[in-house]
């Protein structure tokens, strides 16, 4: 019952936030010069031509109207159609999303199963020399830019080592993007590697802070050993804020994925995203835009519900 | 009965003194202040000393290994890569720091405003900021890309404006946390004005979270600027900043030409490192909350 | 009558010193103490005193930068410089320990009845089912209803109370020979402190078990010990028998301790009413907070005044609304209906300027010291704020000599003007917290807890302070406490409070003598008085 009434009152919050990217992303392809009608016809075209494009598009409608109607085709899961490449967005969308979901669900998973771990055991040997050399490699994998990590990635294993191919697997769907497991091995290093960094500080942290709780020293008083505190006790305590973080940093994996598609020719969302932004393909960028702010926030709603589950107080409103 | 009362101080050391102290005991974070300074100089006092063309071109000298003349040897239209480096970099650290420094002022307003206020205000202002957050900076600026070419002041309205919503999440918190303390009650109670609140108590006692918010906020920006010449949004030819001599030399690292890439990439990463690890450092010092 | 007892534990010459910042402290200097089976040895003293670090290190749970050294045996094992293997056989078998703070010192993610079977199986060899059987019967045995439902529970899901049974019941799990007690009833409120000294006193008499009750209330000790050491400073100053120590303290250290201690008395006159205009007064003020099934009555329904010289005592459980009604009376919380009228004003109609002129005549001192004063400013600077709010006028150098003036007033030396509100102690700051209450000559002053953060002595110099300024300048002061005793030897008239209505309210000394609600005479029951034998004949149900 109370978990029905919260699942309506972060769905609601969720949808308002929707409407407000709607709103934005909208707001910042129309008002921007440089309209998309050029763009799509070249310079040499006519006014007339222009003209007629745009009413083609309803581009020549005041700004709110195309807004109200763009809002009612998307209900009906109409994004438009692409103008360089003739296909439905929704389309297109539909076969690319799985493959970058892959991708960063993977990059995730391997993240969190290396950062987790570590951010422990760093906080079990604090300033000690083994902590002192995985912070700083964790403060250089967070500052080096993804590019410049497949770069050397591709440079070591592949020109050098030739372990692994610089190209991610081509197939268009998950099942055959699974069958070359070898070529995903560098796009999801690469999008991991921040991830491993980033969590392994907050895990780090959040096992620091709960080594110093009372709850420690009542298990240490009633003689349980390090290990066993640690491992039925600080690790599910730790873990909860640890999972209330990944909801925010959904946006970033995305993000990575943008630049990893890009880097290894993984033909997902992110790539056609890019191309997207090259032939200044409007219906195809607002509709990319659109689709992963909603998988962003259904990723931020799936990790406040995870917490729920996790951890009993939340779910009585007590934390 | 004396005695008793006049017990122990439970501290005795003016607070920013204990701060400083424990930043300087932070050997990663005194590293870093070290690496930030020596970057400045680098940048900004370096070519006095090793002063280099930058903007013509000089076809006879291209793709030449380090060595000789040219320390780190020069890129395809001639420029000499030390040369370079110092000159990107200028661009880099003030776009950086400048981007971050704007994205905390309006992530410090918008934060502070929302979390005083309450109630559906606060609630209105904190949906656009997860709308914010729900669009992944990147493929805004690739939007933006694909729309236009800013300069330099343009790119740092652009980068400001992606990277607000951290840091007034942040400023939201201490100022609910701190309007709830039992000074802003009792100045409340006895009749004192929301201005005097906010700028007598609030504001004051959120400079530590914010200047530490501004820290991190400098690293990712200085990150982003890499990003953005990656991504086609860099400022133009000859000018250049460490993400364009980075993306401009991807292709040539596949022949070889390593020092076109891996010099303006360890900089990146140097600068960056060293602003996180400054950011740490002042969070341990100030004990207040901050990413991880 | 010792000699022949087994001692269960010994300690000898233990030092103990933190590392700190500054260079290493002292805690503790040379103390020796001993528990014999089935006795009860309380430590008491003020803050500071290293009560609580002999505790811990008795159990060899001192935190990482302290150094001891010295002889401390567990049932004739050495713990002092003993290694980690050797400590968690000997803890929650041997020696168990129950701590002050129920709210923090259970896991929040794991089920009660789980972890009292972790520690028993860690000294037993039991299978899971076995071993939660057991906990169950043990949660039966520390008193808690339906044990095999609430060993499911997760401790957010426990009162404050049951929690603290919770954990006493993982400390007895295995029978230990020595259970050290650090404050176990600090956090807990009256009514719930005496169930829980009763579970612990049948316990222990039970199975003959030792018992070290670290604590710095002497209703505890005359309460539940049979011995009694009193530290100062890291040392003893004097051991003895409950009756000798409590009655006859020797030290002068004891004597003062115990004469700051606030008593319930047993007789006494009731003052003259007063008859004056009310400075506050809430009528039929109801308060809710949240909303939707999930909304909780703060208050409901609750009257009262507060009249021109006089002292109203707003006293209460945890829950009850005492504070929640002291907020309404200062205009933080609004309340949903019924009126708040300020010097005759009603709160609600004015606003602007004339809201915080109104507002302007109250005074406010609130329960924590530390987050009282904005860290940032001088003890000045926070005195004179008030006066910069609403004195517009006065230049800088007759703020000056007012703060003086009023720091006098509250017995604070001059030189502590420019010092931040870090440097002080505990009763400095609430000082400097009355000083700023002051300073505008309020015709009320509002107290939450003024005192309840601070140690005995501290507190009676606070309270004095507070009762001899009011007599020379006549304010109304509404002061809430949980301090029954403190209520009773400062309050004028007596409002008592329990779940968000008055549950009586009158003159002081006849509503605590003859209280006519029966939760009141429960309350007045709980109070244990720091007098062995009255204590003794209070709790057999003799009426005194």
Redesign the interface.
């Given at each position: 019952m109370e978990t029905l009434a919260y699942l309506a009152r972060r769905t609601a919050?969720a949808l308002?936030?929707?409407l407000?990217?709607t709103v934005?992303?909208f707001c910042?392809?129309h008002a921007?010069?440089?309209g998309p009608a050029r763009?799509i016809l070249g310079p040499q075209a006519t006014a007339q031509q222009i003209a007629a494009f745009d009413h083609d598009q309803g581009l020549d409608r005041p700004l709110p109207v195309q807004y109200v109607y763009y809002l009612r085709t998307l209900l009906h899961g109409d994004l438009g159609t692409s103008y360089t490449l003739n296909e439905a967005v929704s389309q297109l969308v539909g076969q690319r999303l799985p493959k970058t979901l892959v991708l960063t669900v993977l990059s995730a998973v391997v993240g969190l199963l290396l950062a987790v771990p570590l951010g422990m055991w760093q906080a079990v040997r604090r300033n000690k020399p083994a902590d002192?050399v995985i912070?700083?490699l964790s403060?250089?994998a967070?500052?080096?830019?993804v590019?410049?990590l497949g770069?050397?990635l591709v440079?070591v294993f592949t020109?050098e080592l030739n372990w692994f191919p610089s190209q991610a697997p081509q197939g268009d769907t998950p099942a055959q993007v699974f069958a070359d497991p070898v070529a995903l091995v560098l796009p999801v290093v690469t999008g991991a590697a921040s991830m491993v960094a980033?969590f392994s500080?907050?895990m780090?942290?959040?096992t620091l802070e709960n080594l110093s709780?009372?709850?420690v020293?009542?298990?240490?008083?009633?003689?349980?050993?390090?290990g066993?505190i640690l491992f039925?006790?600080v690790f599910?305590?730790s873990l909860?804020p640890v999972i209330a973080?990944l909801g925010?940093y959904v946006?970033?994996l995305?993000?990575g994925a943008?630049?990893v598609e890009q880097l290894f020719n993984y033909p997902g969302m992110g790539l056609l995203?890019?191309s997207?932004?090259?032939s200044?393909d409007y219906p195809v960028?607002l509709g990319?835009?659109l689709v992963?702010?909603?998988a962003?926030?259904v990723g931020?709603l799936l990790a406040d519900v995870v917490q729920r589950i996790?951890?009993?107080?939340v779910k009585?409103?007590?934390? | 009965m004396t005695a008793v009362l006049q017990t122990a101080p439970v501290e005795a050391v003016p607070n920013y003194r204990v701060s400083l102290r424990k930043f300087t005991r932070n050997?990663?974070a005194v590293a870093g202040l070290a690496v930030v300074l020596l970057f400045l100089l680098f940048c900004f006092v370096g070519p006095l000393l090793h002063s280099t063309d930058q903007t013509h071109t000089d076809l006879g000298q291209v793709n030449l290994a380090p060595g000789g003349a040219h320390w780190l040897g020069t890129d395809a239209v001639g420029h000499d890569e030390l040369g370079r480096l110092m000159y990107g970099g200028k661009v880099s650290l003030l776009v950086g720091l400048a981007a971050g420094i704007l994205a905390t002022v309006i992530g410090t307003l918008w934060g502070a405003a929302a979390g005083y206020a309450g109630g559906w205000v606060d609630a209105v202002m904190m949906?656009?900021v997860?709308?914010?957050?729900?669009?992944?900076?990147?493929?805004?600026l690739?939007?933006?890309?694909?729309?236009?070419t800013p300069d330099t002041a343009g790119l740092i309205l652009v980068l400001g404006l992606v990277s607000w919503l951290v840091p007034s999440r942040l400023v939201r918190a201490e100022t609910l946390t701190l309007k709830s303390r039992d000074y802003v009650l009792t100045l409340r109670a006895t009749g004192g004005t929301h201005t005097r609140a906010i700028t007598r108590h609030i504001l004051p006692n959120s400079v530590s979270t914010i200047v530490v918010a501004a820290t991190f906020q400098v690293?990712d920006a200085i990150?982003l600027v890499?990003?953005v010449s990656?991504l086609?949004l860099g400022v133009q030819p000859p000018k250049t900043d460490w993400?364009g001599m980075?993306?401009a030399g991807?292709t040539a690292?596949?022949s070889g030409r390593w020092w076109l890439?891996v010099p303006p990439?360890l900089a990146?990463?140097?600068v960056?490192?060293a602003f996180?690890?400054i950011g740490d450092g002042l969070r341990d010092a100030f004990d207040v909350r901050g990413r991880? | 009558m010792s000699g022949e007892r087994e001692r269960v534990l010994e300690v000898e010459d233990l030092q103990v010193r933190f590392a700190t910042d500054t260079g290493e402290v002292p805690a503790v200097c040379d103390i020796s103490l001993h528990v014999h089976t089935s006795e009860t040895l309380a430590l008491v003293g003020e803050s500071g005193s290293g009560k609580s670090t002999v505790a811990l290190a008795a159990?060899g749970?001192l935190p990482g930068n302290a150094r001891a050294s010295g002889r401390v045996t567990v049932d004739g094992t050495q713990v002092v410089g003993a290694g980690?293997?050797e400590l968690?056989?000997?803890?929650?078998?041997t020696a168990?320990?129950v701590?002050q703070?129920p709210a923090?010192?259970?896991?929040?993610?794991?089920r009660v009845g789980a972890?009292i079977a972790?520690?028993i199986r860690?000294?037993r060899p039991l299978g899971r089912a076995e071993a939660a059987r057991e906990a169950i019967e043990l949660l039966r045995r520390v008193g808690i209803p339906e044990p095999e439902q609430r060993a499911r529970a997760?401790p957010?899901?426990l009162s404050g109370g049951q929690r603290q049974r919770v954990?006493i019941a993982?400390?007895i799990?295995n029978s230990p020979g020595l259970l050290i007690a650090d404050e176990p009833t600090t956090a807990l409120d009256v009514t719930v402190q005496a169930e829980i000294l009763d579970l612990l006193r049948g316990l222990a008499a039970d199975s003959g078990t030792g018992v070290l009750l670290v604590t710095h209330n002497m209703g505890v000790v005359a309460d539940f010990a049979d011995r009694v050491a009193v530290m100062l400073n890291g040392e003893i100053v004097e051991t003895g028998p409950v009756e000798e120590v409590l009655l006859r303290p020797r030290h002068e250290y004891t004597r003062k301790l115990l004469a700051a201690v606030p008593r319930l008395v047993f007789q006494g006159e009731d003052p003259a009413p007063r008859q004056d205009a009310p400075v506050v007064e809430l009528r039929d003020v109801r308060v809710r907070f949240g909303r939707g099934p999930?909304a909780v009555r703060a208050l409901d329904g609750v009257s009262l005044d507060v009249r021109p010289g006089e002292t109203v005592g707003l006293v209460g459980e945890s829950g009850s609304g005492k504070s929640t009604a002291a907020r309404v009376a200062l205009g933080l919380i609004p309340p949903d209906s019924g009126t708040v009228s300020l010097f005759g004003t009603d709160l609600a109609r004015s606003r602007g300027r004339r809201r915080r002129a109104l507002l302007s005549g109250v005074g406010v001192v609130l329960q924590d010291p530390v987050a009282s004063l904005d860290a940032r400013m001088s003890v000045a600077e926070c005195v004179a704020e008030p006066l910069r709010m609403h004195r517009r006028g006065m230049s800088a150098a007759e703020r000056r000599a007012r703060v003086a003036e009023v720091l006098e007033l509250v017995r604070l030396p001059k030189e502590l003007m420019a010092r931040g509100p870090r440097e002080l102690s505990g009763g400095q700051r609430q000082r400097v917290s009355l000083a700023r209450a002051l300073v505008l000559e309020p015709r009320l002053l509002v107290a939450d807890e003024p005192t309840s953060a601070l140690d005995v002595s501290v507190q009676r110099t606070v309270l004095e302070v507070i009762a001899e300024l009011q007599r020379e300048l006549g304010f109304g002061c509404l002061f809430v406490s949980h301090d029954l005793a403190v209520v009773q030897q400062f309050a004028h008239r007596v409002v008592v409070m329990r779940a968000g209505c008055v549950e009586e309210q009158g003159p002081t000394m006849s509503t605590l003598l003859r209280p006519r609600s029966e939760y009141t005479r429960r309350l007045i029951a709980a109070v244990p008085v720091p007098d062995p034998v009255v204590q003794r004949r209070r709790r057999a149900g003799v009426t005194v």
């Open positions: 919050q308002v936030v929707i407000i990217v934005v992303v910042l392809l921007l010069p440089g763009g002192y912070t700083t403060f250089v967070y500052s080096t830019p590019y410049f770069l050397i440079l020109q980033v500080r907050y780090r942290a959040a709780e009372d709850y020293r009542t298990a240490r008083a009633g003689g349980s050993r390090q066993a039925r006790h599910r305590n909860t973080m925010y946006p970033v995305f993000g943008l630049v995203f890019w997207a932004a090259q200044s960028l990319c835009v992963i702010s909603v962003t926030v931020t996790v951890d009993p107080r009585a409103g007590r934390a | 050997k990663l949906r656009v997860d709308a914010g957050i729900a669009i992944p900076a990147l493929f805004i690739l939007v933006v890309s694909a729309i236009t690293a990150l890499a990003y990656y086609g993400g980075l993306s991807l690292a596949y890439i990439g990146i990463i140097l960056v490192c996180n690890a991880g | 159990m749970l980690e293997a968690a056989r000997l803890r929650g078998r168990s320990m701590f703070e923090t010192a259970l896991d929040p993610l794991t972890q972790e520690v860690n000294h997760f957010f899901q954990v993982m400390a799990a999930r």
